[in-house]
């Protein structure tokens, strides 16, 4: 038995030691969160099998294709949702705990930067990263329409309608500049 446990340390030793070669050799002298990506995609994983074993013990068949109107909606809704828990004024206090505000970007959106701090900074990233968000949110909303299916198109339509409320709103400011020549 203690061959095995000087076996098992060796092993974890060597192991060790390579995981620190790769994220040096990767890392080419950045400070790369490669433990916090890691777990970040532990999370994923562990999110989207809760998800899918949930689906699975409804026993609902899985659609054959998806629609196109659903896929719209997923695309619209996903921009959406996204940008609002990323970057809005509001949601700031979400993402404060990871973040450190760098002023404002744009009609109603701040630009805020990750902390350093390990196992902030990671997360820090992800809310502050629309594109990062949206693999989470398109996740989440492709759950809701197998499990919940009306509830889930509603709140996408009204996700849609908001993004469109938006586009309207920044092409009237456009038209407004342009035409007094502000």
Same mark, same amino acid.
């Given at each position: 038995?203690?061959?095995?446990?000087?076996?098992?340390?060796?092993?974890?030793?060597?192991?060790?030691?390579?995981?620190?070669?790769?994220?040096?050799?990767?890392?080419?002298?950045?400070?790369?969160?490669?433990?916090?990506?890691?777990?970040?995609?532990?999370?994923?994983?562990?999110?989207?099998?809760?998800?899918?074993?949930?689906?699975?013990?409804?026993?609902?068949?899985?659609?054959?294709?998806?629609?196109?109107?659903?896929?719209? &909606?997923?695309?619209? %809704? *996903?921009?959406?949702?996204?940008?609002? !828990? +990323?970057?809005?004024?509001?949601?700031?206090? $979400?993402?404060?705990?990871?973040?450190?505000?760098?002023?404002?970007?744009?009609?109603?959106?701040?630009?805020?930067?990750?902390?350093?701090?390990?196992?902030?900074?990671?997360?820090?990233?992800?809310?502050?990263?629309?594109?990062?968000?949206?693999?989470?949110?398109?996740?989440?909303?492709?759950?809701?329409?197998? &499990?919940?299916?009306? %509830? *889930?198109?509603?709140?996408?339509?009204? !996700? +849609?309608?908001?993004?469109?409320?938006?586009? $309207?709103?920044?092409?009237?400011?456009?038209?407004?500049?342009?035409?007094?020549?502000?």
């Amino acid at each position: 038995m203690g061959t095995a446990t000087g076996t098992d340390g060796r092993l974890a030793r060597r192991l060790h030691a390579a995981l620190r070669r790769t994220h040096r050799d990767y890392a080419a002298g950045h400070d790369r969160p490669l433990g916090g990506y890691t777990a970040a995609m532990a999370g994923f994983t562990a999110f989207t099998a809760a998800w899918i074993t949930a689906v699975r013990r409804r026993g609902r068949p899985l659609p054959e294709r998806p629609e196109a109107w659903d896929v719209f &909606l997923t695309s619209v %809704a *996903t921009f959406r949702l996204s940008r609002l !828990l +990323t970057k809005a004024s509001v949601t700031s206090p $979400l993402r404060a705990p990871f973040t450190r505000y760098a002023g404002p970007q744009g009609p109603a959106e701040l630009h805020e930067e990750a902390q350093p701090e390990q196992g902030r900074h990671t997360v820090g990233e992800l809310v502050t990263c629309p594109f990062c968000m949206s693999v989470w949110v398109a996740s989440a909303l492709t759950a809701g329409q197998l &499990l919940w299916p009306r %509830a *889930t198109r509603t709140a996408m339509g009204t !996700l +849609t309608a908001l993004a469109g409320a938006d586009t $309207l709103q920044l092409a009237y400011g456009a038209l407004l500049d342009k035409t007094t020549g502000d």
